[in-house]
Protein backbone atom coordinates (compact mmCIF):
# COMPACT_ATOMS: atom_id res chain seq x y z
CA UNK A 1 0.00 0.00 0.00
CA UNK A 2 1.25 3.67 -1.08
CA UNK A 3 0.11 6.72 -0.16
CA UNK A 4 1.04 9.93 -1.88
CA UNK A 5 -0.10 13.31 -0.70
CA UNK A 6 0.55 16.37 -2.43
CA UNK A 7 -0.93 20.01 -3.07
CA UNK A 8 0.76 21.99 -0.43
CA UNK A 9 2.16 25.24 -0.96
CA UNK A 10 2.17 28.57 -0.52
CA UNK A 11 -0.61 30.97 0.37
CA UNK A 12 -2.17 33.97 2.06
CA UNK A 13 -4.43 33.97 5.28
CA UNK A 14 -7.93 33.59 4.27
CA UNK A 15 -6.79 31.63 1.19
CA UNK A 16 -7.55 28.14 -0.22
CA UNK A 17 -5.55 24.86 -1.09
CA UNK A 18 -6.83 21.17 -1.67
CA UNK A 19 -4.58 18.63 -0.89
CA UNK A 20 -4.40 15.03 -2.32
CA UNK A 21 -3.83 11.51 -1.00
CA UNK A 22 -3.60 9.41 -4.36
CA UNK A 23 -3.37 5.24 -3.43
CA UNK A 24 -1.28 2.72 -4.91
CA UNK A 25 -2.12 -0.48 -4.44
CA UNK A 26 -5.24 -1.00 -3.41
CA UNK A 27 -8.86 0.33 -3.31
CA UNK A 28 -8.92 3.30 -1.30
CA UNK A 29 -12.87 3.00 -1.18
CA UNK A 30 -11.66 -0.06 1.54
CA UNK A 31 -9.84 2.03 3.84
CA UNK A 32 -10.12 5.21 6.21
CA UNK A 33 -8.22 7.88 5.39
CA UNK A 34 -7.01 10.52 7.81
CA UNK A 35 -4.78 13.62 7.24
CA UNK A 36 -2.46 14.69 9.92
CA UNK A 37 -0.45 17.69 10.65
CA UNK A 38 2.60 18.63 12.26
CA UNK A 39 4.14 22.08 12.71
CA UNK A 40 7.47 23.30 13.44
CA UNK A 41 8.32 22.34 16.89
CA UNK A 42 4.74 20.88 17.74
CA UNK A 43 3.20 17.40 18.28
CA UNK A 44 1.82 15.72 15.20
CA UNK A 45 -2.20 16.47 14.94
CA UNK A 46 -5.31 14.54 13.80
CA UNK A 47 -7.29 16.85 11.42
CA UNK A 48 -9.76 14.98 9.58
CA UNK A 49 -10.51 11.52 8.36
CA UNK A 50 -12.90 9.92 6.19
CA UNK A 51 -14.52 6.28 6.79
CA UNK A 52 -14.33 3.59 4.93
CA UNK A 53 -17.25 2.47 2.58
CA UNK A 54 -20.32 4.90 4.60
CA UNK A 55 -17.71 8.02 3.24
CA UNK A 56 -18.54 9.47 7.14
CA UNK A 57 -16.21 12.46 8.04
CA UNK A 58 -15.20 13.39 11.09
CA UNK A 59 -12.97 17.19 11.76
CA UNK A 60 -10.86 18.51 14.54
CA UNK A 61 -12.39 21.02 16.10
CA UNK A 62 -9.84 23.78 15.26
CA UNK A 63 -10.65 22.84 11.34
CA UNK A 64 -14.64 22.49 11.66
CA UNK A 65 -16.51 24.39 9.38
CA UNK A 66 -13.63 25.22 7.14
CA UNK A 67 -12.04 22.62 5.81
CA UNK A 68 -13.72 19.39 3.64
CA UNK A 69 -12.99 15.71 3.54
CA UNK A 70 -14.00 14.12 0.18
CA UNK A 71 -13.26 10.91 -1.91
CA UNK A 72 -13.56 10.35 -5.45
CA UNK A 73 -13.34 6.92 -5.60
CA UNK A 74 -12.90 6.33 -9.65
CA UNK A 75 -9.80 8.54 -8.84
CA UNK A 76 -8.51 6.40 -5.85
CA UNK A 77 -7.83 9.92 -4.10
CA UNK A 78 -8.80 11.19 -0.97
CA UNK A 79 -9.01 14.94 -0.76
CA UNK A 80 -8.80 17.64 1.88
CA UNK A 81 -9.93 20.78 0.65
CA UNK A 82 -8.88 24.13 2.72
CA UNK A 83 -10.60 27.27 3.08
CA UNK A 84 -10.06 30.11 5.17
CA UNK A 85 -6.36 29.53 6.12
CA UNK A 86 -4.90 31.04 9.07
CA UNK A 87 -0.79 31.21 10.17
CA UNK A 88 -1.60 28.58 12.50
CA UNK A 89 -3.03 26.09 9.82
CA UNK A 90 0.98 26.14 8.63
CA UNK A 91 2.62 22.35 9.03
CA UNK A 92 3.28 19.87 6.92
CA UNK A 93 0.78 17.86 6.23
CA UNK A 94 0.59 13.69 6.02
CA UNK A 95 -2.38 11.47 5.04
CA UNK A 96 -2.56 7.64 6.10
CA UNK A 97 -4.91 4.85 5.83
CA UNK A 98 -6.62 1.81 7.62
CA UNK A 99 -8.69 -1.17 6.53
CA UNK A 100 -9.45 -2.77 9.77
CA UNK A 101 -12.26 -1.84 12.16
CA UNK A 102 -13.05 1.06 13.19
CA UNK A 103 -11.37 3.12 10.98
CA UNK A 104 -11.03 6.21 11.50
CA UNK A 105 -9.31 7.63 14.69
CA UNK A 106 -7.58 10.45 16.17
CA UNK A 107 -4.47 8.49 17.11
CA UNK A 108 -1.92 8.03 14.31
CA UNK A 109 -0.80 4.59 15.91
CA UNK A 110 -3.95 3.49 14.46
CA UNK A 111 -2.83 3.76 10.88
CA UNK A 112 -0.65 1.64 9.59
CA UNK A 113 0.26 2.98 6.55
CA UNK A 114 1.48 6.53 5.55
CA UNK A 115 1.94 8.80 2.87
CA UNK A 116 4.62 11.40 2.89
CA UNK A 117 4.22 15.13 4.32
CA UNK A 118 3.32 17.65 1.67
CA UNK A 119 4.11 21.54 2.90
CA UNK A 120 1.24 24.01 3.64
CA UNK A 121 2.42 27.26 4.72
CA UNK A 122 0.21 30.20 5.09
CA UNK A 123 1.71 33.43 5.30
CA UNK A 124 1.33 37.01 3.90
Known amino acids: VQLQASGGGLVQPGGSLRLSCVAS????????IGWFRQASGKEREWVSCINSGDGITYYADSVKGRFAISRDNAKNTVYLQMNSLKPEDAAVYYC??????????????????WGQGTLVTVSS
Open 96 to 113: AGESVYPGCSESGPSYRY
Open 25 to 32: GVTLDYFA
